[in-house]
């Protein structure tokens, strides 16, 4: 990683990793019935975002991110990909940490190490054209280099951007998942 990034650009690529998971996070969520308690942890990332562009942090809505972070991890049940969830929990809540520490060393390379290590706990192959060897964590990786490069070539505009589409296939990835008949933890005939 690029060592010259000040530290709101890494904040900003913190928060874009955290809310990437999140695109496949919140389908398992609400799935669950925990859309309403994530909401507040994804408005906390998104803020962080809107911070990395100079806005001022609302720290009430900081805390309530973490209020709906904790009531998802505590209520989130053993359904498919829990493993995958749980770590994506952590990415989340590192990503919040570093949303709430004004002017510090950011951690991005932590925060990269925990979403690759989510993306290994998840539950089977990924669709081809995530990752021709169908590997999340190749996916994983490569969504790293992709936002790292649109933030240094474009700002935080081609940031979200990118950072959209990516969002988008791990959302598809989590709704593939839930429609996979007999996936682990599903009951017996689901479809």
Not at 6 to 35: F, H, K, N, P, Q
Not at 155 to 175: C, D, I, N, P, S
């Amino acid at each position: 990683m690029d060592r010259s990034l000040d530290s709101s650009l890494e904040l900003a690529l913190t928060c874009s990793t955290a809310l990437r998971l999140g695109g496949a996070l919140y389908i398992l969520v609400e799935r669950a019935g925990l859309a309403d308690p994530y909401y507040l942890a994804d408005a906390g990332l998104r803020a962080g975002l809107r911070a990395a562009a100079g806005r001022t942090l609302n720290q009430k809505l900081l805390q309530h991110a973490w209020s709906g972070l904790d009531a998802v991890q505590k209520s989130y049940p053993a359904k498919p990909a829990a493993a995958f969830t749980q770590a994506g929990f952590a990415v989340i809540a590192r990503a919040l940490q570093v949303v709430g520490q004004s002017n510090q060393q950011h951690g991005l390379p932590e925060i990269h190490s925990l979403a690759v290590d989510a993306a290994v706990l998840w539950p089977g192959p990924v669709d081809s054209s995530m990752d021709p060897g169908r590997r999340l964590v190749a996916y994983e990786e490569a969504c790293q280099t992709d936002a790292h490069r649109a933030l240094v070539d474009g700002g935080l505009t081609k940031l979200r951007q990118v950072m959209g589409a990516q969002e988008l296939a791990y959302r598809r990835l989590a709704e593939a998942l839930s429609r996979k008949p007999n996936a682990p933890g599903s009951p017996p005939g689901a479809a």
